[in-house]
């Protein structure tokens, strides 16, 4: 099992850019695919994107709609968020999750289901206002 421990959330103001990391201890980071998660108050939690483990590949939810970008850093067992034009809707608890297997599935029901994720991390709050 991999550890993850997320970090770089805050408060921004609507239009403003962050970039999230996921450090990952504890095994070979490249064997996992990772994937960045966020909850909103009083909703489901939210799938946002994932990356292979080589980081060849990767996946967006719909909204993303070329805002944020995934990357990851296997030397620096590190994955990342760049998080661009946030707004108050971006308001989130977000976190980064794990599996192993560090290829894609071809299902896209199988990529973006919490319950395909072994590891988590404990979240980052990033807060946007208007």
């Known amino acids: 099992q991999v550890q993850l421990v997320e970090s770089g959330g805050g408060l921004v103001q609507a239009g403003d850019s962050l970039r999230l990391s996921c450090a990952a201890s504890?095994?070979?980071?490249?064997?996992?695919?990772t994937a960045w998660f966020r909850q909103a108050p009083g909703k489901d939690r939210e799938f946002v994107a994932i990356?292979?483990?080589?980081?060849?590949?990767?996946f967006y939810a719909a909204f993303v709609k070329g805002r944020f970008t995934v990357s990851r850093d296997n030397a620096e067992n590190s994955v990342y968020l760049k998080m661009n034009s946030l707004g108050p809707e971006d308001t989130a608890v977000y976190y980064c999750a794990a599996v192993l297997g560090g290829v894609l599935p071809p299902s896209s029901r199988t990529r973006t289901n919490p319950d395909s994720y072994h590891c988590w991390g404990q979240g980052t709050q990033v807060t946007g206002s208007s």
């Open positions: 990356i292979s483990g080589t980081g060849a590949s990767s």
């Open positions: 504890g095994s070979t980071f490249s064997n996992y695919r």
